[in-house]
């Protein structure tokens, strides 16, 4: 059975999206499609010479290997400038294909409250790991602007927190509220392009007209200092008149670095609550879901297998899922539990059974520093920063409890490793040389 090239080519995206960050796949991987297969050649269409010579370069390896994931017969990768003209041919060709497939009330997201319909409460999944969020906004659509306003949600990317916040807006917006959904980020350029424009008042009266207003990964706002006190007199505004305010973040408001604490106060005034990683028992319900959504045949047995063997967040299983999907549409039958095991053996890099003590003395080596320091009390600079990687690395990578690792690092209280985490982080945005220690540590080590 033939494979569309278009599903060939989203497999790779997930993967590629799963394995880079953000910015990195927005810049490179924007405007690239399959253009044709010959004879195990795969030709990708790129925008530009520059974007070609990067991907052949940085990527070449890492996109033939998830190419090849999909289909050993697939052996080259070349590129191939596509004139604008022609780009624009094939996409309006596509969007044709799309609008013959699908309503289009089904599939555009709504310019007006950029709100997609896709994510609804039908559609999400609930388990132990998300069902306090669930019944938090459950209790917000049955009494808007009274019940947890505001509505905070965070947890880390790939929880499910967007669907379920755009499912409280998609579900209002039935009755006939004014709900608009928005990022920091995008709210922050908006806000400038008003003073550039000499248009605040504009700005002003557009936010403060919704019934619902719901704010995406709100932490883009960190020290942003004229955007948060606009934020601020906006949220006074629609909350004293009982408007219903939405907000989502990667971090609790409290651990927000350069947020306004005026701001934390008016987010601690309703309900905050947590979306931890799912657990295996959700992880089950969420493939059986989309399983079911794509009319697609999972035996028990690898439905189980996935779900006990892969403890990645939500977007990581579901890219897998699809992964397997177009396994199993190449090969034109189900595949089987061993096959599904070799498949993920070949595709996902499995999790050394590394000992935190072995993670200090990696760390210690890397930065050529005494092991024992890490241990202990001092404040000095070139202790600080590895102790902090290294607490960074037991959380992010083998997700031990922030208590466990303060006690594994000479009995340090869970708020400074809390702290510790967020900072490197935080760091990593804008120093690329510590993103680059922290990735060849990453590589020892994971």
Known sequence: ME???????????????????????????????????????????????????????????????????????????????????????????????????????????NKDDNLNPRYTFESFVVGPFNELAHAAAQAVIKKPGIVYNPLFIYGNTGHGKTHLIQAIGNYL?????????????????????????NKPNFFKEK????????????????????????????????????????????????????????????????????????????RAAIIKTKITQNNFPLSKEVVDFLAYSLSGNIRELEGILNSIICQSQLKDKELSLNEVKNFIKTSTKPKKNVSAKEIVKTVADFYNIEENLIYEKTRKKEIIKPRQIIMYILREEFNISYPAIGEKLGGRDHTTVMHSCEKIK?????????TNEINQLRSILV
């Open 3 to 109: 494979l569309d090239n278009k599903k060939i080519w989203d497999t790779v995206l997930v993967e590629m999206e799963l394995s880079i960050s953000k910015p990195n796949f927005n810049t490179w991987f924007k405007d690239t499609y399959i253009l044709k297969i010959e004879d195990g050649t795969v030709f990708l269409s790129v925008p530009n010479n520059f974007v070609s010579e990067w991907l052949s370069q940085k990527f070449h390896n890492t996109i033939l290997k998830s190419l090849r994931n999909i289909s050993n017969s697939f052996h080259s990768l070349q590129y191939i400038i596509t004139k604008e003209d022609m780009r624009l041919k094939l996409a309006q060709e596509k969007t044709q294909l799309i609008n013959k497939e699908l309503p289009l009330d089904n599939y555009y997201i």
């Open 173 to 197: 917006k039935s009755g006939q509220r004014k709900i608009f959904y928005t990022t920091s980020e995008k709210f922050g350029q908006e806000y400038v392009n008003a003073l550039q424009l």
């Open 207 to 282: 936010y403060r007209k919704y019934d619902v207003l719901i704010m995406d990964d709100i932490q883009f706002l960190s020290g942003k200092m004229k955007m948060q006190e606009e934020l601020f007199h906006l949220f006074n505004h629609l909350y004293d008149n009982n408007k219903q305010i939405i907000f989502s973040s990667d971090k609790h408001p409290a651990l927000i670095q350069d947020l306004e604490d005026r701001l934390k106060s008016r987010f601690s005034a309703g309900m905050i609550v947590d979306i931890p990683p799912p657990d295996s028992e959700s």
């Open 426 to 434: 935080n760091d990593m945005v804008a120093d690329t040389n510590l």
